[in-house]
């Protein structure tokens, strides 16, 4: 079996840079984890700020820190930058080699779907945002790998869509409508969920909205990892 792992991530409308962050980084003893991070409200302050969060998360990540350790770090991190006025999500996504599991790691009031043996999870524990007081803990879920697993997280943005026109999405609607097929690349389930998205917008995202996709797979051909990008890059920015 093989790990696949899509995002697709848009601005607020009117807004050039998200303020979301994401980054991927390969684990010490094997895997990889991805990092979302949605700083509070929009633009450049709300980058400043996600991206000191998935820095610090990222930096410890690559020293072995376990990722709820990491979490909690980086939360009490943000609490003394910014002197506990901002506040931003975070959610860690690790593919652990070494207990052959999937790790879900989430501060973020927004919920983590899970598709487990063609059956919808949603996991929606109270969780609390980083950065606003000392030692603020995560909520962690961990699953073991196997084919057909899939798990979507996301930022707020996805949640708040059609809030402008009062349609606000559905998520339990969304996702029984949209179906699973085991087979479907991680690629095109981010795609349609966020095209999905921002025509409850009207084409104008009323927020950031940042989703993330990790899905195992039957492992076909060689044994390269592979990692493809793609920014549009408007006006030259």
């Known amino acids: 079996m ?20 994401v980054e991927v980084i390969e684990r010490p003893q094997g895997g990889i984890s991805v990092v979302l991070s949605d700083g ?14 998935v820095r610090k998360v990222i930096s410890l990540l690559a020293e072995g820190v376990r990722d709820g350790a ?3 770090a980086a939360s009490d991190y943000l609490y003394t930058h910014r002197e506990g006025k901002v506040s931003a999500t975070l959610n860690i996504c690790s593919v652990d080699l070494v207990t052959k599991t999937l790790v879900i790691t989430r501060n973020n009031p927004a919920p983590v779907i899970l ?32 084919v057909g697993l899939c798990a979507i997280v996301f930022s707020d943005g996805l949640i ?26 991680p690629h ?13 917008d009207e084409g104008r995202p009323c927020d950031d909205i940042s989703i993330v996709v990790i899905k195992v797979l039957p492992h076909q051909g060689d044994q390269t990892r592979r990692m493809l990008v793609r920014l549009p890059l408007n006006n030259g920015g």
């Not at 509070?40 to 969060?53: F, M």
């Open 160 to 185: 708040h869509a059609g809030s402008r026109t009062g349609n606000l999405i559905n998520l339990i609607s969304l996702f029984n409508q949209y179906g699973y097929n085991p087979e479907e690349p």
């Open 40 to 53: 509070q409200t929009s633009g450049r302050g709300a980058k400043s700020v996600s991206n000191l969060v």
């Open 115 to 146: 598709y487990d043996n063609q059956q919808i999870r949603i996991f929606d524990e109270e969780s609390k945002p980083v950065g606003i007081y000392r030692d603020t803990r995560p909520v962690i879920v961990e699953v073991g790998l196997a």
């Open 2 to 21: 093989e790990v696949q792992i899509a995002v697709s991530k848009v601005p607020k409308f009117g807004i050039r840079e998200s303020g979301d962050t």
């Open 70 to 72: 990491a979490a909690r």
């Open 188 to 200: 095109l389930i981010a795609d349609n969920l966020l095209q999905r998205a921002i025509q409850q």
